[in-house]
């Protein structure tokens, strides 16, 4: 990233980041010319917009960016793109926070997708270091994003389980992490029926894939992240609406592969395990159909009331091998119900957690890092939602309402009493074009949890 990132430029321009307010104060000490200049072009400093202030040989001097606020991260996200070309500095005074997520969205304001195009209208202007960046965790913020977008963006017929594998191992070869995979029929001889009976139906094998890394004496920290690479529905087969955006299912994966590089690049105390159970969820005269009745590893049966609940038949297996250790935490991500984006829309990850201290912890960490999730109830009276009356549940609930809040309740069935768990339903996508963000696969929730971590373990 060394055209993102500069140690030092002697003609950076400088950039002020100024709302409303502060756009005021400055115009009351700024020169008659650049007061003029200002009022000119309109500029109001409103989030998002940009004025550029020449010098007297029509060169930029000096760059005023419209941000909603003190430390709004996201007022540098867009910059990289609008200013095209050239280096800058930031002027403003930032704290260590402030310039390490400055810095950030300034880098992933360079993103961009052009895996399946020339690329040459990439260009981005380059950032002189903040003085006050962590430049590591930057790095490896901008890093993890870009991996997990490239994961989501990438279109099935070239992203399925085994080439998510391949970036899993690719990975742990960066950061010397064991890794090793359960393919195919092997599944069931190690007992993971339901993460086979999902993915059975598909020309390419479903697999457990199984990161370690870090002492054996460390705090056990567990990342289960859903990887279905396509999802059809299944045999109760989706509409092509619903089907069109589903190469992103497997978006709760990318992002604890993101979460999982950030942990490990900041070598963060803990012994990790990263767990992705990686399928498509196809049909063929294999596939698991209606009303079938499934042993998952914990033992429980389930009855398949509707394949396109598979989500949680992959990461019941997955959970309950992870519980069974008793690690110290463990979260999962996972693009899981549209109940969850119908009650909180695209942008805002729901959160349930069987903690109260870690799912404050998160929240707290999350709004810090302006990585926002709301936190839902795991209400225990739903539960009868699930009953089945030939095994001991379904796969989803007997009607209509609070498909979020089940699906959750679902998962937890496979948590042993008194480990903590936080479960995260994400969209993994972004609808629109926003500084920093653009539209397609994105990273959500994994800043905050990254800055929770190292609070909770020191890193």
Known sequence: MTDIFLADAADAVPVLLLNETGLQGWLDSAGASDR??????????????????????GKAARVLAGAEGPGDMWACGGLPGRLKGGAFRIENELGPGEAT?????????????????????RNHASLVWPENADRRAALATVEAHAQARNLINTPANDMGPERLEAAVRQLGERHGAQVSSIVGDELLAQNYPTIHAVGRAAAIAPRLIDLVWGDEDRPKLTLVGKGVCFDSGGLDLKPPA??????????????????????MAAELPVRLRLMVPAVENSVSGNAMRPMDVIRTRKGLTVEIGNTDAEGRLILCDALAEASGESPDLILDCATLTGAARTALGADLPALFCN?????????????????????????????????????????VSDGPLAGAVTAALFLERFIE??????HVDMMAWNRDNRPGRPRGGEAQFIRGAMAMLCRRYGG
């Open 355 to 395: 903690d109260d201290a870690v799912a404050t912890a998160l929240l707290e960490a999350c709004e810090a890092e302006q990585d926002p999730v709301w936190r839902m109830p795991l209400f225990q009276p739903y539960r009868k939602m699930l009953s089945s009356d030939v095994a001991d549940m379904n796969n």
């Open 242 to 263: 619903g089907m069109r955006l589903m190469k992103k299912d497997m978006g709760g994966a990318a992002n604890m592969i993101g979460l999982a590089h950030m942990a």
């Open 36 to 57: 003029n200049w200002v009022a000119a072009n309109g500029f109001e400093a409103e989030a998002g917009t940009t004025l550029v202030l020449p010098d007297t040989e």
């Open 101 to 121: 997520r400055a810095a950030a969205a300034w880098g992933l304001g360079c993103y961009a997708f052009d895996a399946y195009s020339d690329g040459k209208s």
């Open 417 to 422: 009493p008194g480990v903590p768990w936080a």
